[in-house]
Protein backbone atom coordinates (compact mmCIF):
# COMPACT_ATOMS: atom_id res chain seq x y z
CA UNK A 1 0.00 0.00 0.00
CA UNK A 2 1.59 3.48 -0.73
CA UNK A 3 1.80 6.28 1.62
CA UNK A 4 1.79 9.59 0.88
CA UNK A 5 3.63 12.33 2.82
CA UNK A 6 1.71 15.98 3.23
CA UNK A 7 3.05 19.06 5.50
CA UNK A 8 0.76 20.54 7.71
CA UNK A 9 1.03 24.48 7.80
CA UNK A 10 -1.25 24.89 9.93
CA UNK A 11 -0.09 21.95 12.56
CA UNK A 12 3.46 22.70 11.81
CA UNK A 13 3.76 18.42 11.15
CA UNK A 14 4.72 16.52 8.46
CA UNK A 15 1.62 13.78 8.27
CA UNK A 16 2.15 10.29 6.29
CA UNK A 17 -1.72 8.81 5.61
CA UNK A 18 -1.91 5.27 3.24
CA UNK A 19 -4.06 5.55 0.41
CA UNK A 20 -5.17 1.93 -0.26
CA UNK A 21 -4.96 1.42 -4.14
CA UNK A 22 -5.56 -2.33 -3.65
CA UNK A 23 -9.27 -1.75 -2.96
CA UNK A 24 -9.78 0.21 -5.70
CA UNK A 25 -13.25 -0.80 -6.97
CA UNK A 26 -13.46 -3.66 -9.91
CA UNK A 27 -15.84 -1.14 -11.98
CA UNK A 28 -13.35 1.65 -11.97
CA UNK A 29 -10.43 -1.20 -12.72
CA UNK A 30 -12.89 -2.11 -15.71
CA UNK A 31 -13.29 1.27 -17.21
CA UNK A 32 -9.41 2.31 -16.81
CA UNK A 33 -8.23 -0.97 -18.91
CA UNK A 34 -6.80 -2.60 -16.17
CA UNK A 35 -6.89 -5.53 -13.65
CA UNK A 36 -4.36 -4.53 -11.17
CA UNK A 37 -4.33 -1.23 -8.93
CA UNK A 38 -3.79 1.71 -11.20
CA UNK A 39 -0.86 4.38 -11.06
CA UNK A 40 -2.53 7.14 -9.72
CA UNK A 41 -1.43 11.27 -9.44
CA UNK A 42 -2.46 12.57 -6.46
CA UNK A 43 -3.33 16.04 -7.31
CA UNK A 44 -4.76 17.29 -3.26
CA UNK A 45 -5.26 16.41 -0.35
CA UNK A 46 -7.40 18.37 2.14
CA UNK A 47 -6.48 16.39 5.06
CA UNK A 48 -9.52 14.05 5.25
CA UNK A 49 -9.93 13.66 1.14
CA UNK A 50 -7.50 11.90 -1.30
CA UNK A 51 -8.23 13.72 -4.91
CA UNK A 52 -6.52 11.44 -7.48
CA UNK A 53 -6.40 12.03 -11.58
CA UNK A 54 -5.38 7.92 -13.58
CA UNK A 55 -5.24 7.12 -16.88
CA UNK A 56 -7.77 4.98 -19.25
CA UNK A 57 -5.61 2.92 -21.38
CA UNK A 58 -5.89 0.45 -24.72
CA UNK A 59 -3.26 -1.34 -26.63
CA UNK A 60 -0.72 0.00 -23.76
CA UNK A 61 -1.68 3.41 -24.47
CA UNK A 62 -2.87 6.23 -22.75
CA UNK A 63 -6.71 6.69 -23.82
CA UNK A 64 -8.54 8.87 -21.40
CA UNK A 65 -7.91 11.07 -17.85
CA UNK A 66 -10.43 10.57 -15.38
CA UNK A 67 -10.31 12.25 -11.52
CA UNK A 68 -11.12 10.37 -8.51
CA UNK A 69 -11.14 10.96 -4.84
CA UNK A 70 -10.85 8.61 -1.72
CA UNK A 71 -12.33 9.72 1.26
CA UNK A 72 -10.45 8.43 4.32
CA UNK A 73 -12.59 8.99 6.84
CA UNK A 74 -15.54 6.47 4.56
CA UNK A 75 -12.51 4.36 3.31
CA UNK A 76 -14.15 4.70 -0.42
CA UNK A 77 -13.51 5.81 -3.24
CA UNK A 78 -15.78 8.00 -5.42
CA UNK A 79 -17.14 7.87 -8.75
CA UNK A 80 -14.77 7.73 -11.50
CA UNK A 81 -15.20 11.55 -13.13
CA UNK A 82 -14.31 11.41 -16.86
CA UNK A 83 -12.06 14.85 -17.92
CA UNK A 84 -10.81 14.09 -21.41
CA UNK A 85 -9.55 11.65 -24.35
CA UNK A 86 -5.90 11.15 -25.30
CA UNK A 87 -5.22 10.64 -28.81
CA UNK A 88 -2.54 11.84 -30.95
CA UNK A 89 -4.32 15.45 -31.29
CA UNK A 90 -4.79 15.67 -27.61
CA UNK A 91 -2.63 15.98 -24.59
CA UNK A 92 -4.11 16.83 -21.26
CA UNK A 93 -1.60 18.32 -18.71
CA UNK A 94 -2.62 19.30 -15.08
CA UNK A 95 -2.42 23.06 -14.04
CA UNK A 96 -2.69 22.73 -10.60
CA UNK A 97 -5.44 22.97 -7.66
CA UNK A 98 -6.04 27.59 -7.18
CA UNK A 99 -5.11 28.90 -3.75
CA UNK A 100 -8.65 28.98 -2.38
CA UNK A 101 -8.39 25.08 -2.29
CA UNK A 102 -11.59 24.48 -3.98
CA UNK A 103 -10.68 24.00 -7.48
CA UNK A 104 -8.52 21.71 -9.41
CA UNK A 105 -7.28 22.74 -13.20
CA UNK A 106 -6.25 20.91 -16.02
CA UNK A 107 -5.44 22.20 -19.61
CA UNK A 108 -6.32 20.24 -22.68
CA UNK A 109 -3.34 20.78 -24.91
CA UNK A 110 -4.36 20.53 -28.93
CA UNK A 111 -2.66 20.46 -31.86
CA UNK A 112 -4.18 19.08 -35.28
CA UNK A 113 -1.54 18.25 -36.72
CA UNK A 114 -0.54 15.60 -34.57
CA UNK A 115 2.14 14.21 -32.04
CA UNK A 116 0.76 16.92 -29.83
CA UNK A 117 3.47 15.89 -27.16
CA UNK A 118 6.44 16.66 -29.33
CA UNK A 119 5.32 19.40 -31.89
CA UNK A 120 3.43 21.34 -28.97
CA UNK A 121 -0.46 23.20 -28.83
CA UNK A 122 -1.78 25.48 -30.86
CA UNK A 123 -4.70 25.74 -28.87
CA UNK A 124 -5.81 25.27 -24.85
CA UNK A 125 -9.10 24.38 -23.66
CA UNK A 126 -8.83 25.44 -19.79
CA UNK A 127 -11.07 23.07 -17.08
CA UNK A 128 -11.44 22.78 -13.83
CA UNK A 129 -13.28 20.66 -11.39
CA UNK A 130 -14.46 21.47 -7.80
CA UNK A 131 -13.14 19.58 -4.97
CA UNK A 132 -15.82 19.18 -3.10
CA UNK A 133 -18.94 17.73 -5.00
CA UNK A 134 -16.59 16.89 -7.92
CA UNK A 135 -18.61 18.70 -10.74
CA UNK A 136 -17.00 20.60 -14.00
CA UNK A 137 -18.25 23.71 -13.54
CA UNK A 138 -15.79 26.34 -15.98
CA UNK A 139 -14.30 25.31 -18.77
CA UNK A 140 -12.64 28.61 -21.69
CA UNK A 141 -10.80 28.08 -24.39
CA UNK A 142 -7.24 29.88 -25.23
CA UNK A 143 -5.99 30.52 -28.94
CA UNK A 144 -2.09 30.46 -28.90
CA UNK A 145 -0.01 32.70 -31.80
CA UNK A 146 0.35 30.85 -34.55
CA UNK A 147 3.65 29.92 -35.11
CA UNK A 148 5.79 27.04 -37.67
CA UNK A 149 7.17 25.66 -35.27
CA UNK A 150 4.59 25.55 -31.59
CA UNK A 151 5.47 26.25 -28.22
CA UNK A 152 3.85 23.96 -24.81
CA UNK A 153 4.08 25.53 -21.15
CA UNK A 154 6.68 25.55 -18.77
CA UNK A 155 5.88 22.06 -17.04
CA UNK A 156 4.69 21.73 -13.86
CA UNK A 157 1.89 23.52 -11.62
CA UNK A 158 1.13 27.15 -13.47
CA UNK A 159 1.17 30.14 -10.85
CA UNK A 160 -1.96 30.99 -9.33
CA UNK A 161 -2.44 34.25 -7.54
CA UNK A 162 -3.25 34.74 -4.01
CA UNK A 163 -7.10 35.02 -4.10
CA UNK A 164 -6.72 32.64 -6.32
CA UNK A 165 -8.88 34.93 -9.72
CA UNK A 166 -5.66 34.93 -11.72
CA UNK A 167 -3.38 32.38 -13.47
CA UNK A 168 -0.43 32.68 -15.77
CA UNK A 169 0.16 30.74 -18.09
CA UNK A 170 4.46 30.81 -19.38
CA UNK A 171 5.08 29.65 -22.42
CA UNK A 172 8.36 27.28 -22.63
CA UNK A 173 11.25 28.74 -24.79
CA UNK A 174 14.94 28.28 -24.40
CA UNK A 175 18.31 28.79 -26.25
CA UNK A 176 18.48 25.38 -27.62
CA UNK A 177 15.02 25.88 -29.21
CA UNK A 178 16.11 29.28 -30.07
CA UNK A 179 19.15 28.47 -32.54
CA UNK A 180 16.82 25.45 -33.89
CA UNK A 181 14.28 27.88 -34.64
CA UNK A 182 13.07 30.96 -33.19
CA UNK A 183 9.95 31.27 -32.47
CA UNK A 184 7.48 34.34 -33.91
CA UNK A 185 5.84 35.95 -32.27
CA UNK A 186 8.22 35.43 -29.24
CA UNK A 187 7.62 33.25 -26.26
CA UNK A 188 4.31 35.02 -24.07
CA UNK A 189 2.95 34.60 -20.44
CA UNK A 190 -1.05 34.15 -20.68
CA UNK A 191 -2.73 36.00 -17.87
CA UNK A 192 -5.99 34.52 -17.20
CA UNK A 193 -8.82 36.36 -15.20
CA UNK A 194 -10.98 33.33 -14.24
CA UNK A 195 -14.29 35.18 -13.08
CA UNK A 196 -14.40 37.07 -16.25
CA UNK A 197 -12.87 34.36 -18.96
CA UNK A 198 -10.71 36.89 -20.31
CA UNK A 199 -6.85 36.39 -21.06
CA UNK A 200 -4.33 38.82 -21.69
CA UNK A 201 -0.71 37.99 -23.58
CA UNK A 202 2.62 39.68 -22.51
CA UNK A 203 6.58 39.33 -23.64
CA UNK A 204 8.05 36.76 -21.38
CA UNK A 205 11.59 35.61 -21.18
CA UNK A 206 13.28 32.30 -22.26
CA UNK A 207 13.33 29.63 -19.01
CA UNK A 208 11.10 32.10 -16.69
CA UNK A 209 11.21 29.77 -13.67
CA UNK A 210 11.03 32.65 -11.41
CA UNK A 211 7.26 34.21 -11.00
CA UNK A 212 4.82 35.73 -8.66
CA UNK A 213 1.80 37.83 -8.40
CA UNK A 214 1.69 40.62 -5.78
CA UNK A 215 -0.62 39.72 -3.21
CA UNK A 216 -2.90 42.42 -4.86
CA UNK A 217 -2.90 41.33 -8.11
CA UNK A 218 -1.04 44.75 -9.44
CA UNK A 219 2.10 43.41 -10.83
CA UNK A 220 3.33 39.36 -12.47
CA UNK A 221 7.11 39.49 -11.91
CA UNK A 222 9.18 36.84 -14.47
CA UNK A 223 12.97 35.74 -14.04
CA UNK A 224 14.94 33.85 -16.23
CA UNK A 225 16.93 30.72 -15.34
CA UNK A 226 19.52 31.20 -18.41
CA UNK A 227 19.50 35.57 -19.18
CA UNK A 228 19.51 36.73 -15.59
CA UNK A 229 16.60 38.76 -16.40
CA UNK A 230 13.56 39.91 -14.99
CA UNK A 231 10.33 42.01 -16.22
CA UNK A 232 7.43 43.48 -14.19
CA UNK A 233 4.61 43.47 -15.85
CA UNK A 234 1.76 45.83 -15.24
CA UNK A 235 -1.76 44.21 -14.60
CA UNK A 236 -3.86 47.38 -14.35
CA UNK A 237 -1.94 49.49 -17.03
CA UNK A 238 -1.65 46.40 -19.30
CA UNK A 239 1.95 46.68 -20.23
CA UNK A 240 5.52 45.31 -19.27
CA UNK A 241 6.51 48.36 -17.27
CA UNK A 242 9.99 47.44 -15.59
CA UNK A 243 12.71 45.26 -16.58
CA UNK A 244 16.13 44.82 -14.82
CA UNK A 245 18.84 42.82 -14.26
CA UNK A 246 18.49 39.60 -11.87
CA UNK A 247 19.99 36.40 -11.26
CA UNK A 248 21.08 33.69 -13.55
CA UNK A 249 20.09 29.65 -12.24
CA UNK A 250 16.61 31.21 -10.95
CA UNK A 251 14.72 28.20 -9.64
CA UNK A 252 11.40 30.15 -7.98
CA UNK A 253 10.40 33.37 -6.90
CA UNK A 254 8.32 33.14 -3.46
CA UNK A 255 6.74 35.92 -2.25
CA UNK A 256 6.98 37.71 1.68
CA UNK A 257 3.87 38.32 4.05
CA UNK A 258 3.78 41.97 3.16
CA UNK A 259 3.93 41.19 -0.36
CA UNK A 260 6.36 44.34 -0.43
CA UNK A 261 9.06 42.18 -1.37
CA UNK A 262 9.91 38.84 -2.95
CA UNK A 263 12.60 35.90 -2.25
CA UNK A 264 15.13 34.51 -5.34
CA UNK A 265 16.03 30.69 -5.17
CA UNK A 266 18.69 29.85 -7.28
CA UNK A 267 20.97 26.71 -8.02
CA UNK A 268 23.80 27.79 -6.11
CA UNK A 269 26.05 24.98 -7.55
CA UNK A 270 26.01 26.44 -10.43
CA UNK A 271 25.92 30.41 -9.88
CA UNK A 272 27.42 32.78 -7.56
CA UNK A 273 27.32 34.67 -4.84
CA UNK A 274 25.77 31.88 -2.60
CA UNK A 275 22.88 33.99 -1.27
CA UNK A 276 18.79 33.79 -1.59
CA UNK A 277 18.32 37.82 -2.92
CA UNK A 278 15.43 39.47 -1.72
CA UNK A 279 14.43 41.84 -4.13
CA UNK A 280 11.94 44.40 -4.07
CA UNK A 281 8.36 44.58 -6.02
CA UNK A 282 8.39 48.56 -6.04
CA UNK A 283 11.50 48.24 -8.59
CA UNK A 284 12.63 44.94 -8.47
CA UNK A 285 15.97 45.93 -6.85
CA UNK A 286 18.16 44.17 -4.19
CA UNK A 287 16.66 44.71 -0.90
CA UNK A 288 18.82 42.41 1.35
CA UNK A 289 20.60 39.07 1.03
CA UNK A 290 20.56 35.93 2.93
CA UNK A 291 23.60 33.58 3.03
CA UNK A 292 22.24 30.16 1.36
CA UNK A 293 24.45 28.35 4.58
CA UNK A 294 21.44 30.59 7.11
CA UNK A 295 18.90 28.42 4.79
CA UNK A 296 20.63 25.12 3.95
CA UNK A 297 22.73 24.94 6.85
CA UNK A 298 26.21 23.14 6.17
CA UNK A 299 26.48 24.20 2.81
CA UNK A 300 26.77 26.87 0.19
CA UNK A 301 25.98 24.96 -3.15
CA UNK A 302 22.51 23.79 -3.09
CA UNK A 303 19.89 22.48 -6.11
CA UNK A 304 16.72 24.55 -4.34
CA UNK A 305 14.00 22.21 -5.46
CA UNK A 306 11.46 21.18 -2.84
CA UNK A 307 10.91 24.27 -1.67
CA UNK A 308 7.29 25.40 -0.49
CA UNK A 309 5.57 28.22 0.84
CA UNK A 310 2.78 29.16 2.75
CA UNK A 311 -0.42 30.79 0.82
CA UNK A 312 0.94 34.02 2.74
CA UNK A 313 3.84 33.57 2.73
CA UNK A 314 4.64 33.28 6.17
CA UNK A 315 5.90 30.16 6.55
CA UNK A 316 8.83 28.57 4.31
CA UNK A 317 9.58 24.46 4.26
CA UNK A 318 13.22 23.74 3.22
CA UNK A 319 13.79 20.06 2.34
CA UNK A 320 17.14 18.77 4.14
CA UNK A 321 20.55 18.55 1.49
CA UNK A 322 23.14 16.32 1.20
CA UNK A 323 26.68 17.39 0.95
CA UNK A 324 26.64 17.84 -3.01
CA UNK A 325 23.50 20.26 -2.46
CA UNK A 326 20.66 17.80 -3.38
CA UNK A 327 17.58 17.48 -2.08
CA UNK A 328 18.14 14.15 0.55
CA UNK A 329 14.66 13.08 1.43
CA UNK A 330 15.00 13.00 5.12
CA UNK A 331 13.45 16.09 6.41
CA UNK A 332 12.37 19.77 6.15
CA UNK A 333 12.91 22.78 7.98
CA UNK A 334 10.61 25.67 8.67
CA UNK A 335 11.54 28.56 8.63
CA UNK A 336 9.20 31.75 9.70
CA UNK A 337 9.64 34.73 7.62
CA UNK A 338 9.06 38.20 8.81
CA UNK A 339 6.40 40.55 7.29
CA UNK A 340 9.32 41.77 5.27
CA UNK A 341 12.51 40.78 4.89
CA UNK A 342 14.99 43.36 5.94
CA UNK A 343 18.33 44.00 6.78
CA UNK A 344 18.25 43.85 10.29
CA UNK A 345 17.09 39.93 10.24
CA UNK A 346 19.99 38.79 8.53
CA UNK A 347 23.64 39.81 9.35
CA UNK A 348 25.40 42.24 7.18
CA UNK A 349 22.29 42.05 4.88
CA UNK A 350 22.12 45.79 4.55
CA UNK A 351 21.55 47.58 1.43
CA UNK A 352 21.17 44.24 -0.77
CA UNK A 353 25.07 43.87 -0.49
CA UNK A 354 25.53 40.37 -1.46
CA UNK A 355 28.94 40.95 -0.78
CA UNK A 356 28.80 41.95 2.66
CA UNK A 357 25.99 39.09 3.66
CA UNK A 358 28.94 36.31 1.99
CA UNK A 359 31.92 38.17 4.14
CA UNK A 360 30.06 37.54 7.23
CA UNK A 361 29.73 34.11 5.97
CA UNK A 362 33.10 33.24 5.16
CA UNK A 363 34.13 35.31 8.51
CA UNK A 364 32.20 32.80 10.42
CA UNK A 365 34.16 29.73 8.71
CA UNK A 366 37.31 31.18 9.38
CA UNK A 367 36.45 31.79 12.95
CA UNK A 368 34.68 28.59 13.80
CA UNK A 369 37.72 26.76 12.17
CA UNK A 370 40.20 28.67 13.87
CA UNK A 371 38.23 28.15 17.19
CA UNK A 372 37.65 31.76 17.66
CA UNK A 373 34.67 32.68 20.42
CA UNK A 374 32.18 35.13 19.06
CA UNK A 375 28.77 35.96 20.57
CA UNK A 376 26.25 35.09 17.62
CA UNK A 377 23.59 38.01 17.10
CA UNK A 378 21.73 39.92 14.95
CA UNK A 379 23.36 42.98 14.79
CA UNK A 380 22.57 46.01 12.58
CA UNK A 381 24.16 45.78 9.06
CA UNK A 382 24.77 49.89 8.98
CA UNK A 383 26.58 49.91 11.87
CA UNK A 384 30.29 50.52 11.36
CA UNK A 385 31.51 48.67 13.99
CA UNK A 386 30.54 44.96 14.11
CA UNK A 387 32.35 41.59 14.83
CA UNK A 388 32.52 40.73 11.34
CA UNK A 389 33.12 43.37 8.46
CA UNK A 390 33.69 44.12 4.74
CA UNK A 391 35.59 47.20 3.02
CA UNK A 392 35.17 47.85 -0.19
CA UNK A 393 37.38 45.80 -2.13
CA UNK A 394 36.18 42.63 -0.27
CA UNK A 395 38.60 42.07 2.38
CA UNK A 396 37.05 40.55 5.59
CA UNK A 397 37.45 41.87 9.22
CA UNK A 398 36.58 39.88 12.38
CA UNK A 399 37.14 39.99 16.28
CA UNK A 400 36.93 36.81 18.41
CA UNK A 401 38.76 35.62 21.54
CA UNK A 402 40.83 32.92 21.52
CA UNK A 403 40.16 30.71 24.91
CA UNK A 404 41.89 28.17 27.02
CA UNK A 405 39.17 27.64 29.34
CA UNK A 406 36.30 25.04 29.17
CA UNK A 407 32.84 25.34 31.42
CA UNK A 408 34.72 23.15 33.93
CA UNK A 409 37.61 24.64 34.34
CA UNK A 410 37.87 28.46 34.52
CA UNK A 411 40.89 30.44 35.26
CA UNK A 412 42.07 33.92 34.82
CA UNK A 413 44.95 34.55 31.95
CA UNK A 414 43.77 31.93 29.66
CA UNK A 415 42.05 34.05 26.87
CA UNK A 416 43.46 36.72 24.21
CA UNK A 417 41.73 39.17 21.97
CA UNK A 418 42.54 38.37 18.14
CA UNK A 419 41.66 40.53 15.14
CA UNK A 420 42.19 38.72 11.54
CA UNK A 421 42.16 40.11 7.87
CA UNK A 422 40.77 38.00 5.17
CA UNK A 423 40.42 38.44 1.53
CA UNK A 424 37.39 38.31 -0.62
CA UNK A 425 37.64 34.42 -0.94
CA UNK A 426 37.72 34.12 2.67
CA UNK A 427 41.86 33.36 3.08
CA UNK A 428 43.72 34.82 5.75
CA UNK A 429 46.16 37.65 5.22
CA UNK A 430 47.14 38.06 8.88
CA UNK A 431 45.81 37.65 12.40
CA UNK A 432 46.90 39.21 15.57
CA UNK A 433 46.72 38.72 19.06
CA UNK A 434 46.11 41.79 20.91
CA UNK A 435 47.09 40.52 24.79
CA UNK A 436 48.29 44.09 26.52
CA UNK A 437 50.15 43.84 29.81
CA UNK A 438 47.37 44.94 32.62
CA UNK A 439 44.79 43.16 31.52
CA UNK A 440 43.78 39.60 33.09
CA UNK A 441 40.90 38.72 30.69
CA UNK A 442 39.05 39.21 27.02
CA UNK A 443 35.88 38.89 25.85
CA UNK A 444 35.13 39.70 21.83
CA UNK A 445 34.59 43.33 20.43
CA UNK A 446 33.94 44.85 17.21
CA UNK A 447 35.56 46.46 14.64
CA UNK A 448 35.82 49.35 11.68
CA UNK A 449 37.05 48.69 8.10
CA UNK A 450 39.72 51.56 7.49
CA UNK A 451 40.11 52.97 3.70
CA UNK A 452 43.78 52.53 3.65
CA UNK A 453 42.55 48.63 3.82
CA UNK A 454 43.54 48.50 8.05
CA UNK A 455 40.99 48.72 10.67
CA UNK A 456 39.98 49.65 14.21
CA UNK A 457 39.24 47.93 16.74
CA UNK A 458 37.22 47.79 20.19
CA UNK A 459 38.64 45.49 22.07
CA UNK A 460 36.90 44.01 25.54
CA UNK A 461 39.41 43.93 28.09
CA UNK A 462 39.05 43.21 32.08
CA UNK A 463 41.84 44.61 34.39
CA UNK A 464 40.25 41.83 36.60
CA UNK A 465 36.91 39.33 35.56
CA UNK A 466 35.52 40.72 38.36
CA UNK A 467 35.24 43.97 37.73
CA UNK A 468 33.70 45.74 34.35
CA UNK A 469 35.39 46.35 31.49
CA UNK A 470 37.59 48.65 30.41
CA UNK A 471 36.79 50.82 27.20
CA UNK A 472 39.95 49.76 24.35
CA UNK A 473 40.29 50.99 21.48
CA UNK A 474 43.43 49.82 18.60
CA UNK A 475 43.78 50.42 15.26
CA UNK A 476 46.00 48.33 12.72
CA UNK A 477 47.29 49.17 9.56
CA UNK A 478 46.67 47.29 6.48
CA UNK A 479 49.85 44.90 6.96
CA UNK A 480 48.54 44.37 10.72
CA UNK A 481 51.00 46.49 12.49
CA UNK A 482 49.49 47.79 15.78
CA UNK A 483 49.80 51.57 14.93
CA UNK A 484 48.06 53.02 18.70
CA UNK A 485 46.37 51.14 21.48
CA UNK A 486 44.61 53.32 23.80
CA UNK A 487 42.76 52.73 27.04
CA UNK A 488 40.64 54.91 28.97
CA UNK A 489 41.72 54.27 32.57
CA UNK A 490 41.82 56.87 36.09
CA UNK A 491 40.10 54.00 38.54
CA UNK A 492 36.40 54.13 37.21
CA UNK A 493 35.69 51.83 34.43
CA UNK A 494 34.10 53.21 31.26
CA UNK A 495 32.43 50.72 29.66
CA UNK A 496 31.11 51.53 25.42
CA UNK A 497 28.10 50.90 24.23
CA UNK A 498 28.18 52.42 20.72
CA UNK A 499 30.85 52.60 18.43
CA UNK A 500 30.78 54.70 15.27
CA UNK A 501 33.77 55.73 13.13
CA UNK A 502 32.69 59.18 11.38
CA UNK A 503 34.10 60.20 7.83
CA UNK A 504 37.09 61.98 9.67
CA UNK A 505 37.64 58.44 10.75
CA UNK A 506 37.57 59.84 14.24
CA UNK A 507 35.87 57.16 16.68
CA UNK A 508 32.69 58.50 18.65
CA UNK A 509 31.83 56.26 22.10
CA UNK A 510 28.80 56.37 23.83
CA UNK A 511 28.40 54.50 26.76
CA UNK A 512 28.60 54.35 31.00
CA UNK A 513 31.22 55.41 33.26
CA UNK A 514 30.49 52.96 36.74
CA UNK A 515 31.13 55.33 40.11
CA UNK A 516 31.06 52.38 41.65
CA UNK A 517 29.14 48.41 42.02
CA UNK A 518 26.35 49.06 39.28
CA UNK A 519 26.21 52.87 39.63
CA UNK A 520 26.43 54.60 36.34
CA UNK A 521 26.56 57.85 34.45
CA UNK A 522 26.24 58.50 30.68
CA UNK A 523 29.41 58.95 29.24
CA UNK A 524 30.82 59.76 25.88
CA UNK A 525 34.11 60.34 24.01
CA UNK A 526 35.61 61.03 21.00
CA UNK A 527 39.14 59.63 19.51
CA UNK A 528 40.38 60.91 16.56
CA UNK A 529 42.15 58.81 14.01
CA UNK A 530 45.61 58.88 15.72
CA UNK A 531 43.89 57.60 18.84
CA UNK A 532 44.13 60.95 20.42
CA UNK A 533 41.29 61.84 22.57
CA UNK A 534 39.46 64.84 21.60
CA UNK A 535 36.82 64.52 24.07
CA UNK A 536 35.57 62.78 27.45
CA UNK A 537 32.37 63.58 28.73
CA UNK A 538 30.66 62.46 31.59
CA UNK A 539 26.64 63.54 32.30
CA UNK A 540 26.26 65.45 35.27
Given at each position: MPYYQFFDFKERKAVEVPLPL???PQAHLQVLGTRTPPMAHVVHFDGQVFSLTLNASKNHEASATYF?????RTNRFSE?????????TRHIEDIGFDSTDEYFYFAIGANPAGNVIKNGYTSLELNRIHLRNRELDWKMKVDLPKRARPLKLNSGPQLFSRDGTKLALVEYNDAGIQRDDKPNPPEQVLVVDIPSKTVDAYPSLLTAYGQVFSPDNRYLI???NELGRMIRIDLEKKKLDLEGPGHKRVDRYLPTPSGKSFLVFSNTKLTSPKTVEVRRVSDLKLQTSIPVRMVFPGTDAVVPSGIFSGLDGRMLLIPYVDKKGWSDRKGWRLYEVPDDVTSPEVDGGSGGDMKVAQGVVLGKQYADANHLLY?????????SFSQFVVNKTGDIFLIGTLSDNSDDDYKVGRTRPVVAKLGPDGRPKWQRILVKKGFLDYEGGQVAALPDGGC???VVSYVHPGSHP??????????????????????????GDRYELLPDLSISITGRLYEGGEKYRPWKALLDKNGKVLSDEVAP
Open positions: HEFCQYDTLVYLSPWDDLGSEDRKEDPNAVADVTRVVRLDAQGKVLWDYHFGGGRPRI
